[in-house]
């Protein structure tokens, strides 16, 4: 069950909304928590979890690789890399694109 995050507005959610928001219990988001280096809730003084949209997300990714793919926490965390990996390569090729496409533009110019 994806959660579209696009229609949270709030800043912080709980975790008993974030398992709401994916029907799991919220032992099992505790529990992803301490094996997923990169999920990393923000915690009050009192030490309750808030998740930011950005943690849904990761969560979502997770939930998609573990409940619905079927992979084992392991293979979840070897994708979760992969595909980070996959995102760092886009920036640096967007970034490589624009600058070329700025390099493009100053010569037509000169032209």
């Known amino acids: 069950m994806a959660v579209d995050t696009n229609n949270l507005t709030k ?3 709980s975790i008993g909304e974030v398992a709401e928001m994916f029907d799991v219990s919220t ?3 505790r529990y992803w928590e ?19 949209v950005q943690n849904i997300e990761e969560l979502n990714t997770i939930y998609h690789l573990v409940k619905e793919k079927g992979f084992t926490l392991d293979g979840a965390k070897a994708e ?7 995102e760092q390569q886009k920036k640096s090729l ?7 496409q700025k ?6 110019e000169r032209l």
């Open 80 to 86: 979760l890399k992969h595909i980070q990996e996959r």
């Open 27 to 29: 032992s099992l988001i």
């Open 94 to 100: 967007v970034k490589e694109l624009t600058k070329i």
């Open 11 to 13: 800043l912080y959610y």
């Open 103 to 108: 390099g493009l533009k100053k010569l037509s």
């Open 34 to 52: 301490n094996e997923f280096d990169s999920l990393r809730p923000h915690k009050n003084s009192k030490g309750d979890r808030r998740f930011t």
